[in-house]
């Protein structure tokens, strides 16, 4: 069957998520409400969609828990379940071993925010924006988030850490309160925002800042309650902030974004963490966060709900390659941040719900964009209408380890360029850049040797996913295929822009 974007997979009505054994295929376009009764799409084929009417999953008596950590900036290879030598991340690796590790799961941009808009919305940045940018943009009050839709179905909702959809908090819809989440203890974006003035943006400085050099206020609800934000300790504070919440909702479904403002550059850790790796600074970091990791299940499981709850972990992006040793590693893939290469867009992508989620390495495609239809499935719930969504659902994948429904990725440069797409195992490259360095030295922010690829490189991924040897000439038929895929994808893009 021939899948499109803006398709998605849920279970038949009135069947449990958990026991969902054949997920209809439905397009969400076309769920909108008729008189308050939904219309349930039963079957597409390719751009014929046939239609019929249908009732909603029943509501389950206790849906599961959600929780979501995202971290920020951290590579592919920077975990020691994926490769890295010297950091160790036991909780990470228990997440792992206990649950899916998908090899190829994507950031839905090449840097934070947009990133962060996908995963929040289901929908591509280049939909929400109508100008097709790609880059930083505030999220609009209209747009449903995740915790918008899990509130309707009784969800007591947190966001702890950086939030980063919006970039001050004064206007509609620029607030976590204002987009669905009940409580909020973090910052408005990136821990680098803004800089102190007269701070120049070097390695060095940055290597030596201190909080000082970054007056960014930390938040509980709409107050700022410090200013600037003491950055050594946000990793342990966010992470005993949403033990805590978790332990004070384990009566009722409750839904946890924490979004980690580390190993974001300027990167520190707290006292406890110095030294404590081998590999230096950055290792400290990401062995922090793999401790907050375990704080969190740990409290799922002190609580009793941890066969309850799904936990996913993630990162928005690829390492910030251009700060050498305070960037992570994307392990064996190219490149890092701001780039088109996998190094960036891929991620580690790791699904817990000890009990449902059968073990598994899964080498299907993932986007962070999908975890919208994904989660609407497990939870029962109804995915927003009279909008369309980019993201499909996974959780026939998680649920019975079914083959991924996806077998395409876009991605998208930060204005709006198509950079590269990729279907199956072949990627077409369009254009390309390399982080060369720190900024002020070489280019925008470290980047250069931009390309422009006309022919487009091709790769394949299943045997060179460094991305090294350019087999289009070899390959015509591969190139025509990732073709087919765009000529689809920008159809459906262009049939539901702004909708
Ligand atoms: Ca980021």
């Known amino acids: 069957m021939n899948l499109t974007l803006g398709t998605v997979l849920i279970p038949d009505s009135n069947v449990d998520p958990a026991n969902a054994q054949s997920p209809s295929l439905i397009t969400d376009g076309c769920r909108e409400s008729e008189g308050g009764r939904p219309l349930r799409i039963a079957l597409v084929v390719a751009a014929a969609m046939l239609t019929a009417c249908g009732s909603q999953p029943k509501p389950q008596s206790r849906p599961p828990n959600i929780v979501l950590i995202l971290t920020d900036d951290l590579g592919y290879g920077d975990i020691s379940i994926q490769g890295h030598p010297l950091i160790r991340t036991p909780n990470i690796d228990r997440m792992a071993r206990e649950g899916q590790r998908w090899t190829s799961f994507y950031a839905s941009a090449p840097l934070c925010n947009p990133s962060r808009v996908a995963l929040v919305t289901g929908r591509m940045p280049i939909r929400?924006?109508?100008?097709?940018?790609?880059?930083?943009?505030?999220?609009?009050?209209?747009?449903?988030?995740?915790?918008?839709?899990?509130?309707?179905?009784?969800?007591?909702?947190?966001?702890?850490?950086?939030?980063?959809?919006?970039?001050?908090?004064?206007?509609?819809?620029?607030?976590?309160?204002?987009?669905?989440?009940?409580?909020?203890?973090?910052?408005?974006?990136?821990?680098?925002?803004?800089?102190?003035?007269?701070?120049?943006?070097?390695?060095?400085?940055?290597?030596?800042?201190?909080?000082?050099?970054?007056?960014?206020?930390?938040?509980?609800?709409?107050?700022?309650?410090?200013?600037?934000?003491?950055?050594?300790?946000?990793?342990?504070?966010?992470?005993?902030?949403?033990?805590?919440?978790?332990?004070?909702?384990?009566?009722?479904?409750?839904?946890?974004?924490?979004?980690?403002?580390?190993?974001?550059?300027?990167?520190?850790?707290?006292?406890?963490?110095?030294?404590?790796?081998?590999?230096?600074?950055?290792?400290?970091?990401?062995?922090?966060?793999?401790?907050?990791?375990?704080?969190?299940?740990?409290?799922?499981?002190?609580?009793?709900?941890?066969?309850?709850?799904l936990v996913w972990f993630s990162s928005d992006n690829g390492p910030w390659r251009t700060y050498f040793d305070l960037g992570g590693s994307s392990g064996h893939l190219r490149d890092g941040k701001i780039t088109s290469w996998e190094g960036d867009f891929r991620v580690p992508g790791i699904f817990w719900w000890p009990g449902t989620i059968a073990p598994a390495v899964v080498d299907g495609i993932g986007v962070n964009v999908d975890l919208m239809a994904t989660i609407a499935t497990l939870t029962g719930t109804e995915l927003p209408g009279g909008r369309v969504f980019d993201s499909m659902d996974l959780s026939p994948t998680l649920l019975n380890g079914d083959p991924s429904p996806r077998s395409e990725w876009f991605y998208y440069g930060q204005s709006g360029n198509l950079w590269a797409a990729r279907e199956g195992n072949f990627k077409l490259v369009f254009e390309s850049w390399e982080s060369l360095g720190t900024e002020k030295q070489i280019g925008w922010r470290g980047y250069g040797n931009h390309q422009t690829h006309d022919p487009p490189l091709l790769f394949d991924l299943s045997t060179d996913p460094a991305e090294r040897w350019d087999i289009a000439k070899r390959k015509p038929d591969a190139v025509e295929q990732v073709h087919q895929a765009i000529e689809r994808h920008r159809q459906h893009l262009a049939q539901s822009r702004g909708q």
């Open 128 to 309: 929400i924006h109508g100008s097709d940018k790609n880059s930083w943009a505030n999220l609009p009050d209209e747009e449903i988030t995740l915790a918008e839709m899990l509130k309707e179905r009784g969800y007591a909702t947190a966001y702890v850490g950086k939030w980063g959809l919006s970039g001050r908090f004064d206007y509609p819809g620029s607030h976590p309160g204002d987009q669905g989440f009940d409580d909020f203890f973090g910052l408005v974006g990136s821990n680098d925002a803004p800089l102190r003035e007269g701070f120049e943006r070097t390695y060095e400085n940055i290597k030596n800042s201190t909080s000082e050099d970054f007056p960014i206020s930390l938040y509980r609800q709409r107050k700022a309650v410090e200013t600037p934000a003491y950055q050594p300790t946000l990793t342990k504070r966010y992470t005993e902030e949403s033990v805590r919440w978790i332990g004070g909702h384990s009566e009722e479904p409750f839904f946890l974004f924490l979004g980690h403002s580390m190993p974001h550059v300027p990167i520190f850790r707290s006292p406890e963490f110095e030294g404590h790796s081998n590999a230096g600074l950055y290792g400290d970091v990401i062995e922090e966060i793999d401790w907050s990791v375990g704080q969190v299940i740990r409290a799922l499981e002190e609580a009793g709900v941890a066969d309850n709850t």
